[in-house]
């Protein structure tokens, strides 16, 4: 395991402290030690003191007592008084000092016993006996008795002193074997110190300065330029880590130097290119001022004939061509080139389109310049300074996307030709002169048409208003101008001033309500007709929605058309349809009447020629009141007036009614009459006006075939509806003729040219019947003669509402 | 003319048609008188009281359904019948006239015997 720096200096301080705090411990124990002994030495010297103190005390009370006695005089008495008061003390003293050592402690209270016994029981009885009888005092005291006790108590002392200096003497030599272990001790932990300290700084300065000093040298060596220097990377933990980061650092440093001076090399390489690609700049620059200024003289331009003849003019400069056409679109005509521009030549030595054949005309086929260098004499040029050579030639076609929309020819007379660079030149100022150039023809065109339109609509006799979807007015043609003074709605919106002007229609809600819906739906379309009550005029405004490319309606356009003659002219036809239908049935009445009651022989006898000419008479007057019945009804069906009953009615019943009707008819025209009828389903519709379709028809039929013939009334289920069909063997009808056939007064050929009577209304009127009914009619040819015709109406659909 | 005969007035701006009906009537064993305008007509009616009128429809100053109206307002001639006779077929123009209070109408033109039958009708009806 390898062991950070910081690890191992922590370690090594720590091992030098341990050494050096358990020697200082070992050293402060041996010393203490010493002390103590020293201590023991002092304590055992002050007991033997105190030891030869109280014997002494003992002594002076046994020499006390016996001077005492033997003087007789109690002043003699005063050592042994001393004595007596000291020795207490002096035991205890002695008892307390050998409190350490129990066997010396035992010797001293047995001292203090037999010192107590000695004074208690002896010396005192004996001070006693002597007050009260001196000689037995002095008798005992010479028994010796005390003597013997002072001298066992002598005894006790020496015993206790010799063993006190035994220890004295060894607590002395253990002090002297400490102190001088103690010095030795330190000298040792002096000596190990100083080595392991000698030893730390020598790992310090191996394992740390000297690398760090490597590393400082490598660094100035860096510094100075060497960048393949290095340093070896041994060493300990974060000395080798700053070592191979030193190492790493200088390699990047040698590849960046390397890369910056192959970064270098290159430069001073491309130094070159770039001084020849500014030089290209610069004459690509040229150019391009050329080209711009070319552009912004363009975008001056007012109109297409000066815009032509600026494009000719700037490429002629910038070709040195001494001669120039240009041929553009026509303004109407695109996919012509025509003659817009020359120089150097007059309009009438060149053609007025461009010649589909020759240089000019590849240029356009091939949409890129053409050039050609000429010989000295082949091309001659009238022009103002004579008859000139022409050299060099180029064609360029003016391009708009790619359609070609114009064409510059230009011409050199001297001795030079065209070079790419100015044919590039060219080539580019021809691309922009063709924007230029068709977007001045654009504006031309448009300008014509936008003229067109403005004199169009300002000719129109009806009003014309263009509104925004607010309604407020946009623009307007003259004629709405004076309408709208005439109708005062001169106002500038059209919805706002809504109220204001329906308050002078004759139907001011409908008026409302028309500009109502318009205004809601701005993609609504229609008509609407009005009267204005003060002038009685009548108008009629159709409105569309004006929608943007999207299909978006962003505007609307009011067409005001007056239709007030036309109004006029409907009530006159009304009023001489009218008028017309009772003067001339008022006299045919008298006609009809009196015919019928000369007929009846009431006035008298008729011969028989009166009698078949009155009936003559009679007959036509009945056609003239059939004649004015039918015009009536068409002026009707014309003003929507034809009014239809609503009722369920069975077509096959219909139509047997009016066989049964028809066949006295068919008998006296000896014509046979058929009827295949099968019940069908009821229809809504009105039975009489039905009834009259299949009379008409019947009555045709009968009518155009020839005594023998045979006419057939056929009903049948059809895919919507129900169906009859009434065909006939009769004369038929031309083909081409069917279409017409249900015109008003159209009367087939084959019946004009069999001189059959009729007025040519009875199909028309037919026809507006079933109209009515929303049902159709068809006429077609029977095989083998004769003519077939065929009414569908359907069941399910609501009648045409009479307006 | 005797009391027996019922008496017809008969209106009409036309006076080849006022000869058609007044001989047609007359022929039929009726009474008749004749008035030229509307205006006239009433007048006639208010002091005849006839047994029936037969009125044109278009006729000057006052035509044949106002006429109508007028007698049917009058408490006078309120209960005199009216056949009218029309020029127009619309039926529009029918209902106008017994709106007005007509008890029939004849097409013109017509058949005087149709006339006569009608007339009868009418009368018989009463």
């Known amino acids: 395991m390898r062991l950070s720096l910081t690890a191992r200096t922590l370690a090594g301080g720590l091992l030098l402290a341990l050494v050096v705090g358990a020697t200082i411990a070992l050293l402060a124990l041996r010393i203490d030690r010493t002390q103590h002994a020293s201590e023991r030495q002092d304590r055992s010297a002050e007991t033997i003191a105190a030891a030869n103190r109280l014997e002494q005390s003992v002594l002076d009370l046994e020499t006390g007592l016996r001077g005492y006695l033997l003087g007789g005089d109690d002043r003699f008495l005063q050592p042994y008084r001393e004595a007596e008061a000291r020795y ?8 307390v000092l050998t409190a350490d050592e129990p066997a010396q402690h035992e010797r001293a209270e047995a001292i203090r016993a037999a010192v107590v016994h000695y004074h208690g029981s002896w010396t005192r009885s004996l001070v006693d006996l002597s007050h009260r009888n001196l000689a037995g005092a002095r008798k005992l005291e010479a028994s010796g008795a005390g003597k013997e006790m002072v001298d066992a108590i002598r005894g006790r002392f020496a015993r206790f002193l010799a063993v006190e200096q035994q220890i004295a003497r060894g607590e002395q030599r253990s002090a002297e074997r400490g102190s001088k272990a103690a010095r030795t001790l330190a000298f040792a932990a002096i000596g190990f110190a100083f080595l392991a300290t000698l030893v730390f700084v020598l790992w310090l300065h191996r394992g740390i300065v000297l690398p760090v000093r490597r590393l400082g040298r490598a660094a100035h060596a860096i510094a100075g330029g060497v960048l393949s220097t290095r340093v070896a990377d041994d060493g300990i933990a974060e000395v080798r880590t700053l070592k191979q980061s030193f190492n790493v650092m200088a390699a990047a440093l040698e590849a960046n130097r390397d890369e910056l001076e192959a970064q270098n090399a290159e430069l001073e390489g491309q130094q070159l290119e770039i001084e020849q690609t500014l030089e290209n700049l610069a004459a690509e620059q040229h150019k391009l001022a050329r080209i711009s200024d070319f552009a912004g003289g363009l975008v001056g331009m007012p109109s297409l004939a000066q815009t032509a003849d600026f494009v000719l003019d700037r490429l002629c400069a910038v070709a040195g061509a001494e001669i120039g056409t240009l041929y553009g679109s026509g303004v109407s005509s695109p996919h012509e080139l025509v003659l817009r521009a020359v120089r150097g030549i007059g309009y009438d030595e060149v053609s007025e389109v461009l010649p589909p054949v020759g240089l000019a005309a590849r240029a356009v086929q091939q949409r890129g310049v053409v050039t050609t260098a000429y010989g000295e004499s082949e091309l001659r040029l009238q022009s103002f300074n004579g008859e000139v050579h022409v050299r060099d030639e180029l064609h360029v076609p003016l391009l708009r996307g790619d359609s070609v929309v114009g064409l510059v020819s230009l011409a050199r007379v001297g001795e030079r030709h065209f070079t790419p660079t100015e044919i590039d030149l060219i080539d580019r100022l021809a691309t922009l002169a063709g924007v230029a150039l068709e977007q001045a023809r654009s504006l031309t065109h448009a300008e014509r048409l936008a003229s067109l339109n403005r004199t169009l609509i300002e000719a129109m006799p009806d009003g014309i208003r263009l509104l925004d979807l607010d309604g407020t007015v946009l623009s307007e043609n003259p004629a709405m101008g004076g309408l709208a003074v005439a109708l005062g709605v001169g106002s500038t919106n059209v919805y706002g001033s809504a109220d204001d002007v329906a308050e002078q229609m004759t139907d001011p809600d409908g008026y409302r309500a028309s500009l109502d819906a318009l205004r809601d739906d701005p993609a609504a379309e229609g008509s609407f007709e009005f009267t204005v009550r003060a002038s009685g005029r009548s108008f009629r405004r159709h409105s ?20 007030t003659q036309e109004r006029d002219l409907d009530r006159l036809k009304e009023e001489f349809v009218a008028t017309v239908s009772h003067e001339l049935r008022t006299p045919l009445a008298s006609i ?37 019945g039918d015009l009536l009804f068409v002026s009707r069906v014309d003003a929507r007036q034809l009014d239809l009953e609503r009722e369920e009615v069975r077509l096959d019943e219909v139509a047997r009614a009016s066989v049964q009707a028809a066949l006295p008819e068919a008998r006296r025209r000896d014509v046979e009459l058929a009827a295949e009828l099968v019940p069908l389903p009821a229809i809504h519709g009105d039975g009489a006006r039905i009834g009259q379709v299949l009379d008409n028809l019947l009555s045709n039929a009968l009518k155009f075939t020839p005594a023998g013939g045979r006419v057939t009334v056929a009903t049948e289920a059809s895919e919507t509806g129900v169906a009859v069909v009434v065909s006939d063997t009769g004369i038929g009808i031309p083909e081409d003729e069917a279409e017409r056939l249900f015109r008003r007064f159209f009367r087939a050929s084959s019946a004009i040219d069999a001189q059959i009577p009729g007025t040519g209304l009875g199909l028309a009127i037919t026809k507006a019947i079933v109209d009515a009914h929303a049902g159709t009619i068809a006429v077609s040819n029977r095989p083998g003669g004769g003519t077939v015709f065929r009414v569908e109406l359907p069941i399910a659909h609501p009648l045409r509402e009479a307006a | 003319v005797t009391d027996a005969q019922p008496l017809v007035l008969i209106a009409d701006d036309d006076p080849d048609l006022r000869t058609l009906v007044t001989y047609r009537l007359e022929k039929s064993g009726y009474a008749v008188i004749a008035a030229s305008d509307g205006a006239e007509a009433m007048e006639l009616a208010v002091e005849r009281l006839p047994a029936l009128c037969v009125l044109d429809v278009m006729m000057p100053r006052l035509d044949g359904y106002e006429l109508t109206r007028r007698l049917r307002a009058n408490e006078a001639t309120s209960r005199i019948p009216v056949i009218l006779l029309t020029a127009r077929s619309q039926e529009q123009d029918v209902r106008q006239g017994f709106d007005a209070g007509a008890d029939d109408y004849i097409r013109k033109p017509f058949s005087p015997d149709e006339l006569r039958a009608r007339v009868q009708v009418v009368l018989g009806r009463r």
Not at chain 1, 88 to 95: D, F
Not at chain 1, 544 to 563: I, S, Y
């Open chain 1, 88 to 95: 207490p003390r002096q035991t205890s003293q002695l008892v």
């Open chain 1, 544 to 563: 569309v929605p004006v929608v943007d490319g999207g299909g978006r309606a962003v505007a609307r356009l009011f067409v005001l058309h007056e239709t």
């Open chain 1, 592 to 628: 009809v009447g009196f015919v019928e009651l000369l007929l009846g022989g009431e006035p008298g006898p008729l011969t028989g020629d009166q009698g078949e000419f009155l009936e003559i008479v009679r007959r036509s007057s009945q056609r003239l009141h059939r004649l004015v």
